[in-house]
């Protein structure tokens, strides 16, 4: 069934991914197989029309949604605490075409270990990044010095990981922020606080009925939802999750489709053209 409404989904207008259902652990991630995609999926992973950004500068402030009317849904994923739910992420983007905006936290090893998994996909513009601090803390328990420390050490590792230089994006870790925090992230390069309007509600550890009811009540349109690669629940429904995208006409965006730097237009006209030059 599940490869049943992969298909499905594809057939609706968005590519299915192929990513292997792992058991729910409540102790600790599991491993996640990723086989290999059928060809249909390896087709359509080719052939996703790059979105054209909105042409919006990144606003210097909050978001907490997409701007204007539209079908588009930003999808969102923060921390990764697991190494085997990030390779499945990849995975899923890579087979799927799905456009997502990771907010890593540099502390954990998951992120390193799936580089070369994630920085095509970061050059090709179909994955996005924002700074979400290095180590999670609660920004307000913390002095000005140690903020700053938190946000520079994550922006200077997704520059030297994943080559990311100029992205505007900064989201507090529990939403925990307050116009210092505003202030401090913006002096270290992000301008941008992103907070969300809807959520997979998988901070903690859901079934795979609990997250898809999260999932079938926040993923509208215009809406800017969070998940976590932390649990391995939601590696088991990806297939589910593109159904309910492909059903409600959805198009998934990155932050930087919608709010793109100069550098950042520049980088998605290049991999357009290579794709269709490929």
């Known amino acids: 069934m599940e490869r049943r409404r992969f298909l499905l989904a594809l057939a609706a207008g968005l590519a299915g991914a192929a990513v292997g259902r792992g058991t729910v652990g409540q102790d600790r991630p599991v491993p996640v ?23 919006l500068l990144p606003p210097a402030g909050v978001v907490q949604g997409l701007p204007g009317d539209g079908a588009s849904l930003a999808l969102t994923i923060d921390d990764g605490t697991s190494t085997e739910v990030v390779a499945a992420f990849a995975t899923f983007a890579a087979d799927s075409g799905v456009r997502l905006t990771f907010f890593p936290n540099g502390c954990y090893r998951s992120w390193e270990d799936n580089a070369g998994r994630l920085r095509p996909l970061v050059e090709s513009g179909q994955v996005a990044m924002g700074n979400h601090t290095w180590s999670h803390p609660d920004l307000r328990t913390l002095g000005d010095r140690e903020v700053a420390e938190e946000i520079g050490r994550n922006r200077d590792f997704l520059r030297s990981v994943f080559g990311i230089r100029d992205s505007p994006f900064f989201r507090p870790p529990f939403g925990s922020r307050n ?42 349109a215009q809406r800017i939802v969070v998940g976590h690669a932390n649990h391995p629940t939601v590696t088991t429904v990806y297939g589910d999750l593109l159904a309910l995208i492909a059903e409600r006409g959805l198009r998934t965006v990155t932050l930087a489709d919608v709010w793109a730097t100069p550098a950042q237009r520049l980088r998605g006209s290049v991999a357009t053209g290579r794709a269709a030059t490929s």
């Not at 197989?33 to 042409?55: F, G, K, N, W, Y």
């Not at 907070?195 to 926040?218: C, I, K, N, P, Y």
């Open 33 to 55: 197989a990723a086989p290999a995609a059928p060809p249909l999926a390896a087709a359509a992973a080719t052939t996703v029309e790059v979105p054209a950004a909105l042409h």
């Open 179 to 220: 116009e210092r925090i505003d202030r401090i992230a913006a002096d270290q390069g992000h301008p941008t606080v992103v907070m969300w309007d809807g959520t997979l509600e998988d901070s903690r550890v859901l079934t795979a009925e609990q997250l898809m009811a999260a999932a079938r009540q926040w993923c509208t």
